[in-house]
């Protein structure tokens, strides 16, 4: 198979992450230790995920008109030629994003702003996605979802359960995390139906849901000691996409996908944990 062509749809938010000594507490003053800028979010972290590839990339996003703005269109753009960056800009500062990483590896997000996210009605290549192998959707506008649709495979995340339900489509998959309550819904929840619901749980098996049963995929050994867990779903989505964009099976997709996500939990940084997606 030649390198197929992949596309994501969603927000990219300017992060800064560190990491503190002691456990968060009312009242407390703590350090953030080891800090650097990320280019993160849902979608950022799974267009990471999948330019650390061969395959060409696709990246649909918004941004703002400060300096924020700046240094995260500055750090899209430094990917390699066959990774290619479509942002819509606002008249806005983009939003800023802090992430604390506690010595048990957890991290706690604090957002200032809303996500910025493209929508059909920007200028940008839209139909590009319709000649996508596959595209994973973490977006807001429930058109651009109608025109996402048009790929040959489509992954949304569970968060964006009203954008499915505005744009009434029936992606491929629909991926979540049993431990979120945002995510955790059951498959007859979704009206239409996905082919298949996925639940990551952390180190335990992955829960693929489809009409005629349940299976569970066994997830890869988790280091002996998780440093920090930010961004394990989104490499694991963006992962997935990468697989599924080459014909596997959803099964099998998440099967390999899990290494991906348990990379992450090495460090604090998933830009630095992150590993390499080779063709199957």
Do not use: K
């Amino acid at each position: 198979m030649t390198a197929p062509r992949i596309a994501v749809v969603g927000h990219v938010e300017h992060v800064t992450l560190g990491r503190i000594e002691g456990l968060l507490r009312p009242g407390d003053i703590l350090h953030l230790r080891e800090t650097r800028f990320l280019a993160g979010g849902g979608g950022g972290l799974a267009f990471a995920q999948l330019c650390r590839s061969d395959a060409e990339i696709h990246l649909f996003t918004a941004i703002g008109r400060d300096e924020a703005a700046r240094a995260v269109e500055a750090r899209l753009r430094v990917a390699p030629g066959r990774v290619h960056v479509h942002a819509a800009v606002r008249a806005v500062d983009h939003p800023r994003v802090v992430i604390v990483v506690d010595p048990e590896g957890r991290r706690t997000i604090f957002v200032t702003e809303s996500p910025l996210q493209p929508a059909a009605t920007d200028p940008l290549p839209w139909s590009i996605l319709a000649g996508c192998d596959a595209v994973y959707f973490t977006g807001a506008d429930p058109e651009s979802l109608r025109l996402a649709r048009a790929a040959r495979r489509l992954v949304v995340t569970a968060r964006r359960s009203a954008v499915l339900r505005a744009a009434a489509v029936a992606p491929d998959v629909i991926l979540g995390s049993v431990a979120d309550p945002r995510e955790n819904a059951a498959l007859d929840t979704y009206d239409p139906c996905p082919g298949a619901l996925v639940l990551t749980d952390g180190p335990r098996p992955v829960r693929v849901f489809r009409r005629g049963g349940t299976e569970l995929i066994d997830a890869p050994p988790a280091p002996d000691r998780v440093v920090g867990d930010y961004g394990a779903g989104d490499s694991f989505a963006g992962a997935l996409t990468f697989f599924l964009a080459h014909g596997l099976s959803v099964e099998e997709g998440c099967r390999r996908a899990g290494a991906h996500g348990a990379a992450v939990l090495r460090g604090i940084d998933p830009s630095e944990t992150q590993v390499e997606l080779v063709a199957p």
